[in-house]
């Protein structure tokens, strides 16, 4: 996609942080937008700052719950008739350790991060197939989609699993000949937003612990070091407009994150293998591309 004039753009997680930069960035180049996002009053906010006015439609949605991801799918298309830019952005980061995390808390990070993904692309994918017009998919995973820290078991798992599955939605749409859909995956650093006060969004029942890991000091010093790194991090608005120039170049990768020549050899390293399709398992690699070429 090169013009993006009177395409329509759904952002998950819009309220605030890089969603909102990116609903701005695409309204700045003509898009009609739909922000999504768990918390209601934010969201009011958000549609408020974007101008309220009937180019903007404000859904809520917990996007870690498929059906109200496909509400907002229909929702979107009832009000302007298609879908060409999914974002799939909503995401949250709460530290821990993987054996002293709750289940309930396992599964309130693997909806919101994963599942969010994969009900965006079953809800949002075949219509786009069907509109046959140009769109586009762009998942935000993280730095962490490449990398693990310690505290980070259940934003890494998440993150690297997005990864993977936006990687096979790419290769899928390619090998099934689909022509009007590209794939984008962002893996960002440190960005300046909203993504260090998790309590916002975290469920009632799971406040006490989430909170009370802080008295663990290692994941106390990291939570200080990730919110000094957030506040003077890149621009929400600057990773908006990286994320806009991949997909008017149909770039797969954005990699903000891997700056130095050291990271940078690394994340191109595992991106070209993997985007190339050469990582697929060993022993049936060369088949595999011989049959896709015969296809
Ligand atoms: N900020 C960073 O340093 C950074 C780095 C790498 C990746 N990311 C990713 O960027 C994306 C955007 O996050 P951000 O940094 O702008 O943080 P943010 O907290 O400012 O924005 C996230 C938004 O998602 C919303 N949200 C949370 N749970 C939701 C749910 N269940 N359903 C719908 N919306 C929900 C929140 O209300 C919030 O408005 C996330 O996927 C995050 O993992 C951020």
Request: aromatic residues 6%.
């Amino acid at each position: 996609m090169k013009d993006f004039k009177g395409s329509v753009a759904v952002i998950t997680g819009g309220a605030s942080g890089l969603g909102l930069a990116l609903a701005k960035a695409a309204q700045a180049r003509g898009c009609k937008l739909v922000i999504a996002d768990i918390r209601e009053d934010a969201l009011a906010a958000a549609a408020k700052a974007l101008g309220a006015n009937g180019e903007v439609l404000a859904v809520k949605t917990d996007v870690s719950q498929a059906d109200e991801v496909e509400a907002l799918a229909a929702a979107a298309v009832a009000k302007f008739g298609k879908v060409n830019l999914l974002f799939n952005n909503a995401g949250i980061f709460a530290s821990s350790l993987s054996w002293e995390t709750s289940a309930d808390e396992y599964d309130w990070v693997i909806g919101v991060n994963q599942r969010s993904v994969a009900s965006g692309i079953r809800s949002f994918v075949p219509r786009m197939i069907a509109q046959g017009d140009p769109c586009h998919v762009v998942t935000i995973s993280s730095g962490a989609g490449l990398t693990v820290n310690p505290g980070f078991a259940t934003y890494s798992m998440t993150k690297h699993a997005v990864l993977a599955l936006t990687e096979a939605l790419w290769l899928d749409l390619r090998a099934q000949k689909v022509p009007n859909i590209g794939v984008t995956i962002a893996m960002p650093g440190m960005t300046q937003s909203g993504i260090m006060s998790p309590e916002k969004t975290t469920p009632s029942a799971l406040k006490g612990e989430v909170g009370e890991r802080l008295g663990n000091p290692v994941l106390k010093a990291l939570e200080t070091l990730m919110q000094a790194g957030v506040a003077g991090g890149l621009s929400a608005e600057a990773l908006a407009d990286q994320v806009f120039a991949a997909i008017a170049a149909d770039d797969l990768y954005v990699l903000p994150a891997f700056d130095d020549e050291g990271s940078r050899t690394f994340a191109t390293a595992v991106a070209t293998g993997r985007a190339s399709g050469t990582n697929a398992y060993p022993p049936f690699v060369d088949a595999f591309l011989e049959t896709l070429s015969t296809l």
